[in-house]
């Protein structure tokens, strides 16, 4: 479970001054790369030591006994977060075999420790159940946007802990700074991932928005295989046969500043 008292002694052990606490956290961020199958294993290792920092017991059952799944995060004493880390999928949707392997997971600790709650939880580009896909009952989905979200809380939080020799080992300090920053048990995947949705409509409307406005993770790196460059700086792809783009000579006076960034549906 999440205890206040175990995110400042983990704290101490790893880091021995601010900078490097602030170099630990940035580092654990740049781990989880979407898109990237060949770096799934990084972003597993991150999210287990994210966890571990903010205080959450935090552990990998698949990687330690060969089942399970991805993440375990006990959140409190009666509840826990089975997480499945997709970062590496190249899907506009869910597929049924990932659904369902978050579907084994629960059952997997159902199992193990039946008087225990499981919050399903998964990382996906997309929070779009695919049609032959049955969403996990209560699940939730950290989409890259809102992973961006949690890194400048992450941040945020670790910056205000490096601000004085050995703040963060304050235990009071580290509870008032996660409850501000809503990384607590009971908050962090409220604030932090939202519901899968079952219709395709619930998809980012990408008519007339520019590359620009499309948020960072999304436009750092290609997300989807198969897709071509939207904007020639801070580029933005698209699911070629999906989300068809447009050029358009009329925004060279817009953010975007060059013609390019639009998306229009087919």
């Known amino acids: 479970m999440q205890s206040p008292s175990d995110a400042p002694e983990y704290l101490a052990s790893q880091y021995h001054d601010g900078v490097s606490l602030r170099l630990g956290v940035q580092a ?3 781990d989880v790369v979407w898109g990237e199958e060949e770096r799934s294993d990084d972003a597993e290792r991150a999210w287990q030591q994210l966890g571990l920092h903010l205080g959450f017991t935090s552990t ?8 399970g799944p991805d993440s375990l995060w006990a959140l409190s004493a009666g509840r826990q977060a089975v ?7 190249t899907t506009h949707t869910i597929a049924k075999k ?8 629960v059952r997997w600790l159902n199992d193990h420790d039946p008087e225990v709650e499981a919050l399903p939880v998964m ?5 779009v159940s695919d049609a032959k896909a049955t969403a996990v009952p209560g699940m939730r989905v950290v989409t890259p946007a809102l992973f961006e979200k949690l890194k400048e809380a992450v941040t945020s939080y670790a910056t205000a802990l490096a601000g ?3 703040r963060w080992a304050d235990e009071q300090v580290v509870r ?5 920053h809503k990384l607590t048990g009971d908050r962090f995947f409220t604030t932090y991932a939202e519901p899968v949705s079952s219709s395709p409509d619930h998809r980012p409307e990408t008519r007339g928005i520019l590359c ?3 948020p960072a993770a999304y436009t750092s790196r290609p997300v989807w295989a198969g897709a071509r460059r939207c904007a020639p700086r801070r580029a933005l792809w698209a699911v070629t046969g999906q989300w068809p783009l447009a050029r358009d000579p009329s925004l060279r006076s817009g953010r975007g500043g060059d013609g390019f960034g639009v998306l229009s549906r087919a």
């Open 28 to 30: 654990l961020f740049e």
């Open 60 to 67: 990998r059952p698949e990687k330690q006994y060969g089942t």
């Open 83 to 89: 997480v499945e880390l997709k970062t590496g999928c």
């Open 98 to 105: 990932d659904m369902d392997q978050l579907g084994g997971s």
């Open 123 to 127: 990382l996906h580009p997309s929070r």
């Open 164 to 166: 004085s020799p050995d």
């Open 176 to 180: 008032e700074q996660l409850a501000h």
């Open 212 to 214: 620009q406005d499309w």
